[in-house]
């Protein structure tokens, strides 16, 4: 079973946001993966409180602060009540509310059918 994050780690999401954002401004589907999976990497690496977090789990929680943190609004159940009170907190320039390019495996399997 996976290990749920904390709220120090969560807030480390809302932290690290706009470089994030900055950094995936402007990609494709595939170049958002990438650039995604390299941040994670490097938060792994550099974040004491990720150590021993898989570095594609904390690509996962990348998107999905990204797309909680907008605001954007998705037709199927999607957000965490552990992490709902963060919806909206950091809108993204220009408020724009289109989810993260990259769909995870996280939201597919949240998705309802």
């Given at each position: 079973m996976a290990v749920k994050y904390t709220t120090e780690q969560n807030n480390v999401f809302?932290?690290?946001?706009?470089?994030?954002?900055?950094r995936i401004e402007g990609a494709t589907p595939e170049e958002t993966k990438r650039l995604t999976k390299v941040?994670?990497?490097?938060l792994v690496s550099t974040v004491p409180l990720f150590y021993g977090r898989s570095e594609n789990g904390i690509a996962e929680r990348l998107v999905y602060f990204d797309n909680?943190?907008?605001g954007v609004a998705f037709p199927f159940e999607y957000y965490l009540k552990s992490t709902f009170?963060?919806?909206?907190?950091?809108?993204?320039?220009?408020?724009?509310k289109y989810q993260n390019k990259w769909k995870t495996q996280h939201e597919s399997r949240r998705e309802r059918p």
């Open positions: 809302m932290e690290v946001m706009e470089e994030y954002r900055r941040f994670a990497k490097e909680l943190l907008a009170n963060y919806f909206g907190k950091l809108p993204r320039k220009n408020d724009d």
